[in-house]
């Protein structure tokens, strides 16, 4: 038994998974557009100076039953020709407002579903950056595939482009959980596509979700078996978020006998020790890496952090500047998120103006917060000293300002699932499982939130 039942029926509760601090559901509309500009050129002055580029592409061509991403099903050329257009348009708005001499350390293409675009629109796009910025040495430029629209044809364009790391969806290998979830199956064979990629140095994650209708031990076990076997650079194995009251359409699930907490833990629990046998090493909550990769490197320096786009490490991770709908920038004092609506975003962006829609101003005691939370949640160790240095701040102040209840760390001690000094918090092996419910001890906002989170596992 690998997870602590006990404490696993203790702490599966509602918490918040800290892609953010504070959680995206606390953004407000209430700011000015002065305000986001100011936010902008603040950005220009802090660190890290890296610039990372998130952009989002909204179109998929059927819509995956669990899918809780921003998404929008559409077979309209025109419109999605438009969307190209306008993304075009927002790179040349930020141009205008972000220093010359910063350079792009990261371009990551998420959705929706990237490659549903053409390889000339992703080219038209690509040109505008390379363009108008310079990039620095070994910039990651990613994106997230689904493999019904990946061919080989694609993958050479991408990588004439310079993509150097492709995602790619499987969720699950079995057809008919696929089927059940109403998602296209893969136009070449995975292991073929991951060959291919390898093959010509690019680096590669497959995603999986546990938690679908129809899955069931025995069958999820293969489809892990069957993952390491491919031997992609890493894996993304994700909990599969139920959250119909922001997504209703994940109703259409509730016909099935959805797999219940202790199934779901057994397929972690499965796929974890499959992971660990074939030697991928865990990182942060759900993703796992072969250890020459860059993230299980920068994980053992301590030098792993993480933003919305998953993992990645400090050297790379840049601010976030987000185009397309839905996209959130993830700036050192701010998050600023465009509009989900691609009619507004559009006319906005046409008009030479952003189409933030939601913001939040980071005081100096939420970027403390907000590094801690990063610091558990990714290198799962805090230092104090080393946040009273970063931060000219004493000990006492900390844990002033996170209202950290000693008692409850404690009793984590207690529990085994972490070592505490003044000094430092190392978590230990079985802490792993219970991250956001460690890291949410450091949060003050949950001591009197009336927020809807997923369950912690
Ligand atoms: C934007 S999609 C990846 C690209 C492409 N759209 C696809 O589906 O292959 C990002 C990933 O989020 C995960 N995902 C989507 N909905 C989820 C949910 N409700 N719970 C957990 N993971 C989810 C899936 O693993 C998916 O591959
Ligand atoms: S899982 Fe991917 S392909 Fe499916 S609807 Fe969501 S974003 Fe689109």
Not at 117 to 138: C, H, K, R, T, Y
Not at 188 to 200: C, T
Not at 255 to 266: G, I, M, Q, V
Request: hydrophobic share 35%; net charge negative.
């Amino acid at each position: 038994m690998l997870i602590n039942k006990i404490l696993l029926d203790k702490y599966n509760v509602p918490t918040p998974r800290y892609t953010s601090y504070p959680p995206a559901n606390f953004f407000s509309e209430d700011f000015t557009y002065a305000q986001s500009l100011e936010a902008l050129d603040i950005s220009n002055k802090e660190q890290p100076e890296n610039i990372s580029f998130y952009i989002h592409i909204p179109f998929c061509s059927q819509l995956c039953y669990y899918c809780g991403c921003n998404t929008h099903i559409t077979n309209d050329k025109k419109s999605m020709q438009h969307y190209v257009d306008t993304i075009k348009k927002e790179i040349l708005l930020y141009k205008n407002h972000l220093s010359s001499h910063r350079k792009i350390s990261q371009i990551h293409w998420g959705g929706g579903t990237p490659d549903y675009l053409s390889s000339e629109q992703i080219a038209d796009i690509m040109a505008v950056f390379f363009e108008n910025f310079n990039f620095i040495d070994g910039a990651e430029i990613a994106m997230e595939c689904h493999p019904a629209h990946l061919d080989f044809e694609y993958i050479d364009k991408l990588i004439a482009l310079r993509f150097n790391r492709i995602s790619i969806g499987v969720q699950d290998f079995n057809k008919d959980v696929l089927k059940a979830v109403n998602r296209a199956t893969p136009l070449i064979p995975i292991n073929e596509l991951v060959k291919y990629l390898q093959k010509q140095n690019i680096s590669v994650n497959l995603d999986f979700v546990y938690g679908l209708p129809l899955q069931r031990l025995d069958e999820f076990t293969k489809t892990i078996q069957k993952a390491v076997e491919i031997a992609p650079d890493r894996i993304a194995l994700f909990s599969y978020a139920h959250v119909p009251w922001v997504k209703p359409h994940q109703k259409i699930l509730e016909r099935y006998d959805l797999p219940d907490a202790s199934l779901k833990t057994e397929m972690f629990e499965a796929a974890y020790t499959i992971f660990q046998e074939n030697n991928y090493i865990s990182i942060g909550l759900d993703h796992f890496a072969k250890p020459t990769d860059e993230l299980s490197i920068a994980l053992s320096n301590k030098v792993l952090s993480r933003n919305f786009q998953g993992y990645c490490t400090k050297t790379t991770t840049g601010q976030v500047y987000a185009l397309g709908v839905s996209g959130i920038s993830q700036l050192s004092n701010s998050f600023l998120q465009n509009t989900k609506n691609i009619t507004t975003y559009t006319q906005n962006i046409d008009k030479g103006e952003f189409a933030f829609e939601k913001a939040y101003f980071l005081n100096r005691e939420e970027k403390i917060i907000s590094y801690i939370l990063t610091e558990i949640m990714s290198n799962r160790y805090l230092s104090f000293k080393e946040v009273s240095q970063r931060y000219d701040i004493s000990y006492e102040e900390i844990i002033k300002i996170t209202k950290v209840d000693l008692g409850k760390l404690q009793q984590f001690e207690d529990e085994g699932l972490l070592q505490l000094s003044k000094e430092e918090i190392k978590i230990n092996h079985q802490g792993l499982f219970f991250l956001r419910n460690i890291a949410s001890t450091f949060d003050p906002l949950m001591q009197k939130t009336d927020k809807q989170f997923s369950k912690a596992l």
